[in-house]
């Protein structure tokens, strides 16, 4: 059964820029809104990468209180869905452990580690404002919107991998049959407990899983499952 953190955590997934608000450490604790690329964690923390130069960045540094907010777009913002994500910021002593699952996401990141001083910093959540659409507004306890335990974060390379290089014509096919996007080439960008993400063309696509997937047996059953109802 579907539930209010559930889907918050779900929609956010789906989501990959942002408004990350700081609290000044210039202007005396006024409120501070930047623009913020991020990923999901395989536990649904928020995790961005932002230069030492950045305000952001200085604030951070100075009172680890944030505020993350994530939309989709649309005609009718105030009717849509939306979630913020409150929590504590810090720098993560492990750089190189979201490395290659954001780059997957962010390729043009890439040259950021050449030229400035970026870090990756990783939110975590202490409540979450989730508003699924008019009317319907709940406040989340952190424990609520993390996913269930799951080892898929040792094993997404290597079903990453395969998958791209192995599968790539289900990739198409899930593209045209779940979202009737028709692309000459697709490449899964990470895989999650929730679902997967596909980039087709110019187009981040996501797939959610019926029920959780945690482990890579699990992965692999449900992908063959999406492959066959394609082929149906």
Not at 16 to 24: F, I, M, P, R
Not at 32 to 54: E, M, V
Not at 202 to 221: G, I, N, S, W
Request: hydrophobic content about 40%; some cysteine.
């Amino acid at each position: 059964m579907s539930t209010a953190a559930t889907e918050a955590r779900r929609f956010l997934r789906a989501q990959h820029h942002g408004v990350l608000s700081t609290l000044s450490k210039k202007l005396d604790g006024y409120p501070f809104g930047s623009i913020t690329p991020f990923i999901l964690d395989q536990s649904g923390c928020p995790i961005i990468l932002i230069s030492t130069l950045a305000e952001h960045t200085k604030n951070i540094s100075a009172d680890p209180r944030v505020s993350l907010l994530a939309h989709s777009s649309a005609a009718d913002f105030q009717a849509n869905a939306r979630v913020t994500v409150v929590g504590n910021c810090a720098r993560m002593d492990n750089q190189e452990e979201p490395r290659a699952r954001y780059l997957r996401y962010f390729p043009n990141a890439e040259g950021y580690f050449n030229t400035h001083d970026f870090f990756f910093y990783r939110i975590e959540p202490v409540r979450i404002r989730y508003i699924g659409g008019f009317g319907a507004i709940h406040w989340i306890e952190s424990d609520s919107f993390r996913p269930p335990p799951n080892t898929l974060a040792q094993h997404e390379d290597a079903i990453i991998a395969h998958m791209n290089t192995d599968h790539a014509h289900n990739l198409l096919a899930y593209c045209q049959h779940y979202h009737h996007v028709s692309a000459p080439h697709a490449s899964m960008l990470g895989i999650d407990p929730d679902g997967f993400d596909v980039r087709a063309a110019d187009q981040t696509l996501r797939f959610e899983f019926d029920t959780p997937v945690l482990d890579a047996q699990a992965a692999r059953k449900a992908l063959v499952a999406m492959a066959q109802v394609c082929k149906s």
